[in-house]
């Protein structure tokens, strides 16, 4: 029988993307193949202190890792979830919660019975019914409660972490499991002549590293699947105009169990707090904000002492019109940029990583499976671009042409359908292969100021006490985020860095 199996599977570029491609393939391809990862130390990464979402617990559960361990050697933090400041209007901040509002306890949803409440005068703000925020707001953290009774168990968690560290961690882990690194840059890429599928890469040194699959992880170079491949790009800058960041680090003061964004006027600042450091970044756009001015509010609106220069980095959003071409994979920022206003880069990376298992390829390379590859691909990032949009579209604020832009753009039909069900009746519609769930599209719905017009009707013809529920759900939460650690508390008794 024919032999269709690959045997050599080439990795351009470390970070984040390579190392964690790396480590996923070698804890997945125990043997019978070769995988060969190529980096160089002049080569940057854009790493900074990286904020996640939950599923990156997921993907080191996949490896085995520790996570008290993973948290000493990353320096990291725990994040309930994201606290919004300034975006729906001047002087308003809104908290989106990793976990639930509260548990269902009524057939119709429950935050039909807030809203209703809401209006009457005998409901608080909605962050108050969700115990992500109550433990947030205290600075508190524990894990959560096995016991699906409790409320300490309607809430998820993800990392802060310091991404330099975290793609060190994994190369051990990774060289340790038969994956082989090799030091230098790439000066010229062999296709063959009549498939255009990539033979091998030659190195500056003279060193030809010849592979079957390559994966491209060499960041926005987009070496193979754009330089060598031309494979093309969807730009998304007219819906999401923030083209530039600058990130510098500073000394931590507060260290909050959660990300903070707050907008400015011409884009966001990102607060990530870590144990040796909180990392800092302004996403803005160019179209209207000079580099300088932008410099100026980063380094106006730290809480600490900066440690170093602002550092300068410059993308455009889109995505590449195909994530696999011939036998090149594109993973990290190679496929595409979305800006990290939720925290998806990591996940991306994560997500591409469980595609390339589900769809591992033979020799042959189907091109049965490299088109639902780029199916699913495209549909996963063009939902998180949604979820990403809603932020800017549902504004209120006027007071700054960004703004004004963003409030009165068109935007994708997708998103527009979900938005005016809302609007309507509160109603969460689901899209396909949705990363954020129905709290997480509610929390920007209402914090963006997308008030419902109306309650689903089912409500009038219910018995449930809804004021009352949400009262007992409130004073319940308050009294169990008073009995946890304090987030640092939990860190120096677990997972405090050496």
């Known amino acids: 029988m024919q032999d269709h199996l690959i045997r050599r599977v080439v990795i351009l570029g ?7 491609t790396a480590a996923a393939l070698a804890q997945s ?47 990291g933090s725990l994040k ?37 409440a809401h209006a009457q005068g005998r409901a608080l703000a909605l962050d108050e019914y969700c115990m992500a925020w109550a433990a947030a707001k205290q600075g508190r953290f524990e894990r959560p409660s096995p016991d699906p009774r409790h409320v300490l168990s309607t809430y998820d ?53 010849a592979g079957e699959l390559f994966i491209d992880c060499s960041g926005l170079h987009a070496v193979l699947i754009e330089g060598a491949l031309k494979t093309g790009f969807d730009d998304w800058t007219h819906w999401l105009p923030c083209d530039r960041a600058l990130a510098v680090p500073s000394e931590t003061v507060h260290f909050p169990p959660c990300t903070q964004s707050t907008a400015h006027t011409a884009g966001w600042q990102w607060r990530i707090p870590l144990q040796h450091r909180t990392g800092n970044g302004h996403v803005y756009s160019s179209a209207f904000m000079g580099d300088e001015e932008a410099a100026r509010i980063l380094m106006g609106h730290l809480d600490g002492k900066p440690l170093g220069q602002p ?5 455009a959003t889109g995505r590449r019109k195909q994530c696999w071409n011939r036998n090149v994979i594109a993973i990290g920022l190679s496929s595409g940029f979305l800006e990290p206003l939720e925290s998806t880069s990591l996940h991306l990376i994560q997500a591409g990583i469980s595609k390339l298992l589900a769809y591992f390829p033979d020799r042959d390379f189907d091109p049965l499976v490299i088109g639902e590859f780029n199916r699913v691909a495209a549909t996963e990032v063009e939902r998180i671009r949604d979820f990403i949009i809603l932020h800017y579209h549902l504004t209120t604020r ?20 979900r938005i005016d069900h809302f609007k309507r ?60 650690p304090t ?12």
């Open 311 to 315: 550092r300068l980095i410059k993308f």
């Open 157 to 209: 968690y993800a990392y802060h972490f310091d991404a330099g560290l975290y793609a060190r961690y994994l190369r051990e882990y990774a060289e340790a499991r038969r994956v082989k690194r090799v030091e230098g840059k790439v000066r010229s890429v062999q296709q063959n002549a009549d498939t255009g599928f990539i033979e091998s890469l030659t190195l500056e040194s003279g060193e030809a590293i």
């Open 487 to 498: 987030h640092r508390a939990h860190i120096e008794r677990h997972c405090q860095a050496i």
């Open 398 to 417: 006027t007071d700054s042409a960004l703004w004004r832009y963003c409030a009165q753009m068109p935007i994708p039909d997708t998103l527009q359908y």
């Open 425 to 484: 009746f509160g109603r969460l519609i689901p899209g396909d292969m949705d990363l954020f769930g129905n709290a997480s599209w509610l929390a920007v719905h209402m914090g963006q100021m997308n008030w419902p017009e109306r309650n689903d009707p089912l409500i009038d013809y219910r018995d449930a006490n809804g004021t009352e529920y949400l009262e007992k759900l409130r004073l319940a939460m308050a009294h169990a985020a008073q009995g946890l």
């Open 29 to 75: 391809i125990q043997r019978d193949c070769d995988i060969t990862l190529i980096e160089s130390e002049e080569i940057g990464t854009i790493g900074v202190g990286e904020a996640t979402i939950p599923p990156i617990r997921q993907f080191n559960q996949m490896l085995g890792i520790d996570e008290d361990e993973f948290l000493r050697r990353t320096k």
């Open 80 to 116: 309930l979830g994201i606290r919004f400041v300034d975006w729906g209007m001047l002087g308003h901040s809104y908290f989106h919660p990793f976990g639930s509002y509260g548990r269902p306890f009524d057939l119709v949803q429950i935050q039909h019975w807030w809203q209703r």
């Open 14 to 20: 470390g970070g984040s993307a390579g190392w964690m």
